[in-house]
């Protein structure tokens, strides 16, 4: 499959990427690795994201050129889906996906659709980013010093910062040669994890205070609401990384941060240590993603969701290992 991928990446001329709605680093990371890769071999390049690139994330080579529409009427030879699991994650731009003759679809998570012609998912890899450095040998392409960026802050953030159970050999040994590369693993630890604003920090005081315990402290959960977003001035997007605070303490096997992102609409998302898997109890709420990191969507008041949620986990923990 790396091979047949390799090949149709060097035989067409006209590429449509993308990714998933709320863009992650392996999202934005994957999709300038490849588009920047792809651009190196002479080719036509159009990346589209629905959303708002994170602020930690806009100092990516080729971030800044990620569109939100897809410019039309234009013909593409082939389209690529990048560390999405399913089509309509898309957002927006699945209409115009579909037109597109051939899709390619690579992926890492274990719910993942097979939506495209060809299809490339494999849940053992750390990140979206760590398959493509592989395609990328197979063409073979040559990876620029602004393409590692993108793989390395990739794989970085996906393996939380090189701690989840995903930190494989592979993985270190692909961010060594985003090294070798010329990656310097400071400036980009710097960019990603220090440049916090004081309103983020702000936002996050609040969040903490709602920080609760249950399961005789196997489940932790946390929130964020509407309120606590426009009394600080920040957005949605300022609480990525907080479902980290309720996963750090120590006797917690399972995660949950709430946020409103309208009103009748929050986010739910999950992380776990050890053998529960959340991409199980995702499933069950018409989500996915990985064995310890997953999400879904609820609809509901966010009292309400963060009450039925709960005592739907306390459940699933009674339960035992998946
Ligand atoms: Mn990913």
Redesign the pocket.
């Known amino acids: 499959m790396i091979d047949a991928i390799a090949k149709e990446l060097r035989d067409n001329k006209r590429f449509l990427l993308t990714t998933h709605v709320n863009p992650?680093?392996?999202?934005i990371g994957?999709l300038g690795a490849l588009a920047l890769v792809l651009e190196g071999l002479g080719k036509q390049v159009v990346a589209y994201c629905q959303d708002e690139i994170p602020s930690f994330l806009r100092f990516l080579p080729y971030s800044e050129r990620i569109v939100k529409e897809i410019p039309g009427p234009k013909r593409f030879d082939l389209a690529v889906v990048l560390?999405c699991g399913e089509l309509d994650r898309i957002g927006n731009g699945a209409g115009v996906l579909q037109k597109v003759e051939k899709i390619i679809h690579i992926?890492?998570?274990s719910s993942s659709d097979d939506f495209g012609q060809l299809n490339l998912v494999r849940p053992e890899c750390?990140?979206?980013?760590e398959i493509l450095y592989e395609i990328f040998q197979a063409i073979p392409a040559t990876v620029s010093l602004e393409a590692a960026e993108n793989i390395y802050t990739?794989i970085l953030t996906?393996t939380g910062s090189f701690r989840f159970a995903n930190t494989t050999a592979r993985a270190l040994i692909i961010a060594a040669e985003m090294v070798t590369l010329g990656v310097l693993p400071e400036k980009i630890a710097s960019q990603v994890y220090d440049s916090m604003s004081l309103e983020r920090l702000q936002l996050l005081a609040l969040s903490l205070k709602t920080l609760t315990l249950r399961s005789n402290g196997r489940l932790a959960s946390m929130l964020v609401s509407r309120q606590m977003l426009a009394e600080t001035n920040t957005t949605v997007m300022d609480t990525d990384g907080f479902v980290n605070y309720p996963r750090g303490i120590s006797t917690v096997e399972m995660a949950i941060f709430f946020r409103e992102i309208d009103s009748g609409k929050v986010n739910v998302s999950l992380r776990s240590r050890g053998r529960l898997n959340v991409a199980k109890f995702a499933h069950n709420h018409h989500g996915g993603g990985?064995h310890n990191a997953a999400a879904f969507r609820a609809e509901g008041s966010l009292n309400k969701v963060v009450q039925e949620v709960l005592a739907a986990a306390e459940e699933f923990i009674a339960g035992g290992p998946q």
């Open positions: 992650d680093g392996d999202a994957s560390d992926d890492h998570h750390s990140s979206t980013a990739a996906d990985h």
